[in-house]
């Protein structure tokens, strides 16, 4: 007498009181695996704007040295320089 099935039929939720520890060791695991994707999306993320960057900056010295050498217009090179900014 006094068993776990005793407590159950006078104590609503009991099951549901043993299984808390369980689901909340889910819910933290499930949450650090959530932060530490999120901090890899992050990376790569920046990894694509550094890139994205340098390619700007290429794109503006070729247009700035297009234009010195008459193959460009200022218009040209304006637009690179909006599109580094950007």
């Known amino acids: ?3 776990p099935s005793t407590v159950a039929a006078f104590v609503p939720g009991y099951f549901d009181q043993l299984d808390h520890p369980v689901r909340a060791k889910r819910g933290v695991a499930l ?8 901090v890899l ?10 890139a994205a960057e340098a390619s700007s900056l290429s794109a503006l010295d070729a247009n700035k040295l ?5 193959v460009r217009i200022n218009i040209d090179v304006l637009n690179a320089q909006s599109q580094l900014s950007a």
Not at 31 to 38: N, Q, V
Not at 41 to 50: D, I, N, P, R
Not at 66 to 70: H, N, P, S, T
């Open 31 to 38: 949450s650090t695996r959530t932060a530490y994707f999120d």
């Open 1 to 3: 007498m006094g068993g």
């Open 66 to 70: 297009g234009y010195q050498v008459g």
């Open 41 to 50: 999306a992050g990376q790569g993320q920046v990894k694509a704007l550094e």
